[in-house]
């Protein structure tokens, strides 16, 4: 009899439009013991910046004041091995002085794990956000920058097997679709599947080898029928080194073939009267990839030096993609209650293309932040931020500089249930 009654709730559940997640949990051993945890809390912050536009130095900065108020709750299912966690959160925003650039921006994330035995673990997750950004666009000629709206949906699911405590294997999907509210924009829609195997040959070293295939669709030219789709076959290597309970080292070693067919109208003047037809054209190129990470615990804190380099031959547009970055990163109690850190980003990317339509671009941007944070309790906990900004294009000529102070109060009341 305590089938069929779960049989009916499961049908019932169906007929009501009920979510798949939720109907995986009913169809859960009802005897199982389930850990419910509820976590509430809300963020409130001001932030005081001389260029809340991020305008260029040709253009005048604007100063302003604006409070942004973050609810959210944190929520979790757990029992054992089957595991399901979210989060949803609200980001108001509003400005004192330009309240054309008032929102309200939500975002919705949800992963369900589940470990049918030691060997095997299954995840699946999605990460809904809607964002509004300040990028820079194209428009009447000049360079502006502007608050572009843009929703994002980030959907995978891995599945793991980890025969042995050295051996690890892997398999995972991506969906990842970026839709600008604005149609001069470029919208993205990627497809990736990867395999990674990982070897723990000794206490201190590992080895890994992967493979992924990505399909990228996207459009240069907003409003037209043009449009680039783009293949990448990867191949990467990587290790990584504990060099003692304090320091650990990572790196990794990649080799991409990109192939980019474009499909565009053509005008075929053979036919009276004339037509537009379809036309493609297809290129291929070798591109490599590679990336480390320093990793240094402190008693109460850590370090973190990470740098990446991406060369990519652009295949289609004729010419090439270098992106470059290097981040350092250190944070630490100096009491109980009391917090420091701070961090410097450098980060550059050079294209150079043949393509008419698309500009080519010379970027220089380096950041940092300092940031003191107390904990006035479990609950509660305050923090100031100071922020500044350099950002520079040679190509298209734009310059940004931009400072900025934020003070934050954070709670969260963690509830088990």
Do not use: C
């Not at 100063?63 to 973050?70: P, R």
């Not at 395999?195 to 907003?222: C, H, K, M, R």
């Not at 393509?355 to 220089?364: E, F, L, M, T, V």
């Amino acid at each position: 009899m305590p089938t069929v009654a779960l049989a009916r709730r499961l049908a019932a559940a169906l007929r009501g439009g009920a979510a798949p997640l939720f109907v995986l949990l009913l169809a859960a051993d009802a005897a199982a013991a389930w850990r419910v945890e509820l976590t509430p809390g809300v963020r409130v912050a001001t932030e005081v910046s001389d260029n809340v536009t991020f305008a260029d130095k040709d253009r005048d900065a604007v100063n302003d004041i604006f409070l942004t108020v973050e609810p959210a709750l944190d929520w979790t299912l757990d029992r054992g091995d089957l595991r399901l966690a979210g989060r949803s959160r609200e980001r108001i925003e509003r400005f004192m002085e330009n309240d054309q650039l008032d929102g309200n921006d939500p975002g919705h994330r949800v992963t369900l794990t589940w470990q049918p035995t030691e060997q095997w673990t299954v995840e699946l997750r999605e990460d809904f956000q809607r964002t509004r950004n300040l990028d820079e666009a194209v428009a009447a000629g000049g360079i502006v920058v502007e608050r572009e709206r843009r929703t994002t949906n980030d959907a995978g699911a891995t599945l793991t097997y980890r025969p042995t405590e050295q051996v690890t294997v892997s398999a995972a999907y991506t969906n990842y679709n970026s839709q600008s509210a604005d149609p001069r924009n470029t919208d993205y829609l990627l497809h990736m599947g990867q395999v990674t195997g990982s070897y723990q040959w000794t206490e201190q070293l590992g080895f890994s080898l992967g493979a992924n295939i990505q399909d990228y669709d996207f459009n240069p030219f907003p409003g037209s029928r043009a449009r680039f789709f783009t293949r990448n076959y990867g191949l990467f290597l990587g290790a990584g080194y504990r060099v003692n309970e304090r320091l650990q080292l990572s790196v990794q070693l990649g080799e991409r073939l990109t192939e980019q067919t474009t499909r565009f109208p053509a005008l075929d003047a053979t036919t009276f009267p004339p037509r537009f037809t379809e036309e493609q054209d297809t290129s291929s190129n070798l591109a490599n990839t590679f990336s480390l990470a320093a990793t240094y615990r402190l008693e109460r804190g850590s370090i973190t030096l990470d740098g990446s380099q991406d060369l990519t031959a652009t295949a289609g547009a004729g010419g090439t993609v270098e992106r470059r970055s290097l981040r350092l990163a250190a944070d630490r109690w100096i009491t109980p209650d009391w917090k420091v850190g701070g961090s410097v980003s450098y980060s550059t990317n050079k294209s150079d293309t043949l393509q008419a339509g698309i500009i080519s671009r010379d970027s220089r941007s380096l950041s940092g932040s300092a940031n003191l944070t107390y904990r006035f309790n479990d609950e509660w906990s305050g923090g100031l931020a100071l922020r500044r900004l350099q950002y520079r294009d040679t190509a298209i000529g734009t310059e940004v500089v931009r400072n900025s102070a934020v003070v934050t109060v954070t709670a969260r009341w963690r509830n088990l249930l």
